[in-house]
């Protein structure tokens, strides 16, 4: 691990310049898992807006249950709190592009404090040279008679060192100091954080996916590629990722299958675990 300067709630809040987001943060040395710990004070009727930060988590989460390496001092995990009223009509789309424009504002907070440039993997991986430097998992819940809440979680690979990874990850993750070989201040990238993202949902709130749907495509590396998409039933389809759908749904052209038979025309994959097949 890269020395790191420690995580401190008075050094990032003397830093934010977000409006709400990170008002109120809880800030713990470990947890189990921040999203755990998030859905807890959710259920007590935190108030909106709160942050919950780790230094390490023992249980850490990934997308598809998977877990996510966790360990104290290099990285970032944190879970933000949205109780935000919804009309009913545009929830679906609310919802489903949660996690794209958290990965959006992920990507442009890791480019605000480093050299570096990320594209985001549908739907929410981040990627430096198609390894992977960061993820998010968006949970959503209701506690009685409160309003319903989001969870955004959110984990970066900051300062980590290559030969730190467990082996099973070494060819496929990365961090920010792997990449540029300069230790990131993980107080500063939190608070860039919380104001990419703070913006990105006021936008998503007041005007939908209009523009925020274009700088997603920008930077999605998804949209031309080859790939393979696992299913959640474990169903598998090779095919061309020709874009994204309004509700956020990836829009595959699938290969025709050994026996010459046609798949639809397009598949519109709202849940799957994508793999980039390189050609």
């Known amino acids: 691990m890269q020395a790191s300067p420690p995580l401190s709630r008075d050094t ?14 809880e800030l713990f040395d470990s947890l189990p898992s921040t999203n755990r710990e998030a859905s807890r004070l959710a259920q007590a009727d935190v108030e909106h807006g709160t942050v919950v930060v780790a230094d390490s988590q023992t249980a850490g989460r990934g997308r598809l249950a998977r877990t996510w390496f966790s360990p104290g001092g290099a990285n970032l995990y944190c879970s933000v709190i949205l109780r935000m009223k919804r009309p009913a009509e ?10 794209l424009v958290s990965a959006l ?66 060819e496929s993750a990365t961090s920010i100091w792997h990449e540029q070989q300069r230790t990131v201040d993980r107080n500063r990238l939190l608070a860039q954080l919380l104001l990419e993202l703070e913006q990105c949902i006021d936008e998503l709130a007041a005007h939908g996916t209009s523009r925020l749907s274009l ?30 759908d309004q509700d ?20 519109h994959l709202r849940v799957a675990d994508i793999i980039h097949v390189r050609t």
Do not use: M
């Open 90 to 99: 545009g929830l679906t789309e609310w919802l489903s592009w949660l996690p």
């Open 105 to 170: 504002a992920a990507a442009e907070a890791i480019e605000a404090v480093s050299s570096l440039q990320v594209s985001v993997k549908w739907p929410n991986d981040l990627l430096i040279s198609e390894r992977k430097v960061g993820g998010i998992l968006c949970e959503s819940s209701s506690s009685a008679g409160a309003i319903p809440f989001q969870i955004i979680g959110i984990g970066l690979n900051v300062n980590v060192a290559q030969e730190d990874w467990p082996e099973e990850l070494r």
């Open 248 to 267: 956020g749904a990836l829009i595959v052209k699938p290969e025709k299958t050994q026996t010459g038979s046609k798949e639809p025309a397009t598949l």
């Open 12 to 25: 990032i809040q003397s830093t934010l310049s977000s409006k709400w987001l990170g008002r109120r943060i």
């Open 215 to 244: 700088a997603y495509h920008q930077r999605c590396s998804t949209i031309g590629q080859k790939i393979k998409a696992t299913l959640a039933n474990g169903d598998q389809c090779l095919g061309q990722a020709e874009g994204i």
